[in-house]
């Protein structure tokens, strides 16, 4: 019988990458209590009209990449493929957005079919921010301030370069998406093939084109920039200069647009040139109509969200995860013989007890290769326990080393010395 294999581009996080997982998840919930951001946590099958009217139903997205189906009812469901539109779901769902101000927070599996690459999977993990109820620059700054702090704990702001870009308001930017499209349509045979296919579903994408020839055109095309209304013009020099003044460094990048259809204003992302083509570590931006859009009330919003897998393949890259993420564990215990091993059992949870903190494996299931086992797991300290004339006493090794032979009685105040030694 053939072997069942996971799905393509929906991989396994083994025991030896947890840590580093649990290493940056960590940092980014200490960070996002620091701010005083609350976690929200969302299903991940939504109802398919919730992402067709959010990210547009002719989006690369919609049209490709969804995993939907219909459940037994008959109803048309998705795994989500992204968090911000959820979010909103469950803020106007829930009564948490007209005339309230909040910070949240998120974390978990997003999914969309696409080719699976290094650092890009069909089933990838988002930690998302999401604000809402707040119009001013100023929440646009904490945000990237936010994500600024975090590349500093994690020891990669170095390594990450921030583009910013203002797209206007929702009539500022439809003017000049007819603008775009005359000009790039006189054009259209120049064009590579994606962006003559974006020119009627989603035009300002072409701005994003990879394509040389197709990036020498847009040298001469309309600018963004001359079509902004007064009040993102306004909007987007209070939010330059609140990063001027905390000392945040970024590029204008007026091709910037991001992927979504809902968004508006700011945009940003944070790229590296230390992954190849995977270059972009965390994106956002203004989306100020998605709420009306999903029929709410007018609430203005402004968020981000970062991509794990690509995070942590920055980490390993740049050799800057933690080497004790490595020594899983402390002390090893074992025992002489078989008739110990329940008075072992209860040692174990006695030291957990009086030494908290201390990674405490036991050996179960024989007596052999106590020792190769104990080296496995990487563990300083070892012991072994045998009776001797009634006693129960405690060799104790350290490194391989024996030093120590105690009585039990005496071993948690001996571990506890030497390990904060």
């Given at each position: 019988?053939?072997k069942?294999k996971a799905?393509?581009?929906?991989?396994?996080?083994l025991?030896?990458q947890?840590p580093v997982w649990?290493?940056?998840?960590?940092?980014v919930k200490s960070?996002?209590?620091?701010y005083?951001?609350?976690?929200?946590?969302?299903?991940?099958?939504?109802q398919?009209?919730?992402f067709?009217?959010?990210?547009?139903e002719v989006?690369?997205i919609v049209?490709k990449e969804?995993?939907?189906?219909?459940?037994?009812?008959?109803?048309?469901?998705?795994?989500r493929?992204e968090g911000?539109?959820s979010?909103?779901?469950?803020g106007?769902?829930?009564?948490l957005?007209?005339n309230?101000t909040?910070?949240?927070?998120?974390?978990?599996?997003?999914?969309?079919y696409e080719?699976?690459?290094?650092?890009?999977y069909?089933?990838?993990h988002?930690i998302?921010?999401e604000t809402f109820?707040?119009a001013s620059a100023?929440?646009?700054?904490e945000?990237?301030?936010?994500s600024a702090?975090?590349?500093?704990?994690l020891?990669v702001?170095d390594s990450?370069?921030?583009?910013?870009n203002?797209?206007?308001?929702?009539?500022?930017?439809a003017?000049?998406?007819?603008a775009l499209?005359a000009y790039?349509t006189e054009?259209?045979d120049?064009?590579?093939?994606?962006s003559?296919r974006?020119l009627?579903?989603?035009p300002?994408?072409?701005?994003d084109?990879?394509?040389?020839?197709?990036?020498?055109l847009?040298?001469?095309?309309?600018?963004l920039?001359?079509?902004?209304?007064?009040?993102?013009?306004?909007?987007f020099?209070d939010l330059?200069?609140?990063?001027?003044?905390?000392?945040?460094?970024?590029?204008l990048n007026p091709?910037?647009?991001?992927?979504?259809?809902y968004?508006?204003k700011t945009?940003?992302e944070?790229v590296t040139?230390?992954?190849?083509?995977?270059?972009?570590?965390?994106?956002g931006?203004?989306?100020d109509?998605?709420v009306?859009?999903?029929g709410?009330?007018?609430?203005?919003?402004?968020g981000?969200?970062?991509?794990i897998?690509?995070?942590?393949l920055?980490l390993?890259?740049?050799?800057?995860v933690?080497?004790t993420?490595r020594?899983?564990?402390?002390?090893?215990?074992a025992?002489?013989?078989?008739?110990?091993?329940?008075r072992l059992?209860?040692?174990a949870?006695?030291?957990?007890?009086?030494l908290?903190g201390?990674?405490?494996?036991?050996?179960?299931?024989?007596l052999?290769?106590?020792?190769?086992?104990?080296?496995q797991t990487?563990?300083?300290?070892?012991?072994l326990?045998?009776?001797?004339n009634?006693s129960?006493l405690a060799?104790l090794?350290y490194?391989?080393?024996?030093?120590?032979?105690?009585?039990?009685d005496?071993?948690?105040?001996?571990?506890?010395q030497?390990?904060?030694?």
């Amino acid at each position: 019988m053939a072997k069942i294999k996971a799905i393509r581009g929906m991989n396994d996080i083994l025991p030896d990458q947890t840590p580093v997982w649990q290493f940056l998840e960590n940092s980014v919930k200490s960070v996002l209590s620091a701010y005083g951001y609350s976690e929200i946590r969302m299903p991940i099958v939504e109802q398919t009209d919730l992402f067709k009217r959010s990210i547009g139903e002719v989006t690369d997205i919609v049209e490709k990449e969804m995993y939907t189906f219909d459940d037994r009812n008959g109803e048309s469901l998705t795994l989500r493929p992204e968090g911000t539109a959820s979010c909103v779901r469950a803020g106007e769902e829930h009564g948490l957005l007209f005339n309230q101000t909040q910070r949240l927070w998120y974390q978990g599996p997003m999914f969309r079919y696409e080719k699976p690459q290094k650092g890009r999977y069909r089933q990838f993990h988002q930690i998302g921010v999401e604000t809402f109820g707040m119009a001013s620059a100023d929440i646009d700054a904490e945000v990237i301030m936010l994500s600024a702090r975090l590349w500093k704990e994690l020891g990669v702001l170095d390594s990450v370069t921030l583009q910013l870009n203002s797209l206007g308001s929702n009539e500022a930017r439809a003017e000049y998406k007819d603008a775009l499209v005359a000009y790039l349509t006189e054009r259209k045979d120049k064009l590579d093939e994606d962006s003559q296919r974006r020119l009627t579903t989603n035009p300002l994408r072409v701005l994003d084109s990879k394509d040389p020839q197709t990036q020498s055109l847009l040298d001469d095309a309309p600018s963004l920039a001359d079509y902004l209304d007064d009040e993102s013009r306004e909007h987007f020099a209070d939010l330059c200069g609140m990063l001027d003044q905390a000392g945040i460094t970024y590029e204008l990048n007026p091709r910037l647009v991001r992927g979504l259809d809902y968004y508006c204003k700011t945009v940003f992302e944070w790229v590296t040139d230390k992954l190849g083509a995977q270059g972009t570590v965390c994106a956002g931006g203004r989306y100020d109509g998605l709420v009306k859009q999903l029929g709410g009330r007018p609430t203005p919003a402004v968020g981000f969200a970062m991509g794990i897998e690509r995070l942590i393949l920055l980490l390993e890259t740049l050799e800057v995860v933690p080497e004790t993420l490595r020594q899983p564990f402390d002390l090893y215990l074992a025992a002489e013989h078989k008739g110990l091993q329940n008075r072992l059992m209860v040692l174990a949870d006695q030291l957990r007890d009086k030494l908290p903190g201390m990674r405490i494996r036991v050996h179960c299931s024989g007596l052999k290769n106590i020792s190769s086992k104990a080296r496995q797991t990487g563990a300083p300290w070892v012991v072994l326990i045998r009776e001797e004339n009634d006693s129960l006493l405690a060799n104790l090794w350290y490194n391989s080393e024996p030093i120590y032979d105690i009585q039990v009685d005496n071993l948690s105040g001996l571990l506890q010395q030497q390990w904060q030694a």
